[in-house]
């Protein structure tokens, strides 16, 4: 076979282990993710990916001086406003019912990974929280900036916030932006990063401590009220008008998303219907929650109750208009 100069010959690696025993960097090395401890030869041969979490659980912080006293916003920047003795009270507490429901599922290798905001009354929050775990069933934690608090500005001036309050409510509570600050549009924007992120590690599963692959992992997000409400919404790709309908957590509370029985994760899993209502859920929302508990991963919800209901053309099945 004749060569041209300067090229080699194309050679044919094999079988499929052959040619990954050839997948090497520019000095034939086999590719390696310290991270994880893997080998590219380890990864290409995995099988499954790593299980989903069991739940993906939203706390809100604890009672903090600003919740009690609205002009300590005056005084103190709002990252730095801390939780009041009773919230460190909540939060423990809170610790306590997720590790009670938690134990509900008897199973022996579970563990708890924590996003946290990084505010003054989140990360008081986590501490508090925390007291309900021993160190062998904390995965680990990550300061998250993207699911901070809404940005109403910098030292507030009290009577000037509840005008732009109030403003917000003739506005519409998604699209208003406070002066100087943000809209929930804007957190919007920056909890769409921080999902994307939270999925990437649910993909590879970089919670999961090195060699173990154990489906009793519960990721905790603390955070704040609007916050956590933004990141239901675009997780289950809510509609402003039903962000808008939806009420605030609780101080210390928590919603739970727990997976069902196709791999994706539901509210109705955990909470009942009349919770779900009181926060502001409606029939619409109830029926995708009830889609979800069986539904997989990458499944689109071909019934959507939204596109039946914002088209007014449809007919049902008697051909009359729905």
């Given amino acids: 076979m004749a060569i041209l100069p300067g090229f080699s010959p194309i050679q044919c690696l094999g079988t499929p282990n052959e040619a990954i025993d050839q997948i090497c960097n520019g000095n034939g090395h086999v590719l390696t993710f310290p991270e994880k401890g893997l080998s590219k030869r380890q990864v290409l041969r995995s099988s499954p990916p790593p299980p989903r979490p069991r739940r993906i659980i939203l706390v809100r912080h604890g009672q903090s001086e600003g919740n009690v006293d609205e002009s300590a916003y005056t005084r103190v920047a709002d990252p730095k406003i801390s939780l009041t003795d009773k919230g460190k009270a909540e939060a423990e507490e809170c610790g306590w019912r997720i590790r009670e429901m938690i134990e509900k599922d008897e199973a022996d290798d579970w563990k708890v990974y924590f996003y946290v905001s990084p505010y003054r009354r989140t990360l008081e929050t986590l501490r508090h929280l925390g007291r309900a775990f021993e160190r062998s069933r904390i995965a680990g934690m990550r300061e998250e900036p993207r699911i901070r608090e809404q940005d109403f500005g910098n030292f507030q001036d009290r009577e000037k916030m509840r ?18 600050g943000e809209s929930a549009a804007d957190v919007y924007d920056r909890i769409t990063g921080f999902r994307e992120t939270l999925r990437a590690d649910i993909d590879i599963g970089r919670f999961q401590p090195p060699g173990e692959q154990s489906p009793n992992m519960n990721l905790i997000i603390v ?79 071909y019934d959507c109750p939204v596109v039946n209901s914002f088209f007014d053309h449809f007919e049902d099945d008697d051909g009359c208009p729905t």
Avoid at 163 to 180: C, E, Q, T, V, W
Avoid at 260 to 285: A, C, I
């Fill in 163 to 180: 005008l732009d309050k109030a403003l917000r409510l003739r506005y519409g509570r998604f699209f208003y932006r406070f002066p100087n």
């Fill in 223 to 301: 955070s704040h009220g609007l916050a956590l409400r933004v990141f239901l919404m675009r997780w289950y790709k809510w509609t402003v008008e039903q962000f808008e309908r939806l009420n605030n957590m609780g101080n210390g509370n928590m919603l739970v998303m727990e997976k069902g029985y196709g791999g994706r994760y539901s509210l109705l899993m955990h909470h009942n219907e009349e919770e779900l209502r009181d926060f502001g859920l409606t029939d619409e929302m109830l029926i995708d929650q009830e889609w979800q508990k069986t539904a997989r991963p990458g499944e689109l919800n």
